[in-house]
């Protein structure tokens, strides 16, 4: 059984930093591409980062380029966070699937999600 376990989330103020984890059980993690989403309230969930199976290829959405890190280590996905804004608050989700390149972003293209870890950000 997959299963996908974020957690990191927190408090921070404007310019601090955090870094979520997602765990991987139930398969081995580089079989599938994997990212993070976020859905602040009252607005859709969308693409920050993914990762293509294996590793080969990155992307980060245009409002998070420069800041966030993805990266992946055995079994955990991680998404480092610096320099952090209000805008960034949200509830965060790492997820697996095997979207195609030009989807690496897309919510839809991910079938396996973890529960959500909150991040709020303070100005």
């Known amino acids: 059984q997959v299963q996908l376990v974020e957690s990191g989330g927190g408090s921070v103020q404007a310019g601090g930093s955090l870094r979520l984890s997602c765990e991987v059980s139930?398969?081995?993690?580089?079989?599938?591409?994997m990212g993070w989403f976020r859905q602040a309230q009252g607005k859709g969930r969308e693409g920050v980062a993914s990762i293509y199976a294996g590793g080969s290829d990155i992307y980060y959405s245009d409002s998070v380029k420069g800041r966030f890190t993805i990266s992946q280590s055995n079994d955990k996905l991680y998404l480092q966070m610096n320099n952090l804004k209000p805008e960034d608050t949200a509830m965060y989700y790492c997820?697996?699937?095997?979207?195609?390149?030009?989807?690496?972003?897309?919510?839809?293209?991910?079938?396996?999600w973890g529960q959500g870890t909150q991040v709020t950000v303070s100005s």
């Open positions: 139930g398969y081995k993690s580089t079989t599938y591409s």
């Open positions: 997820a697996a699937g095997t979207p195609p390149l030009w989807k690496m972003l897309l919510p839809s293209q991910y079938t396996y």
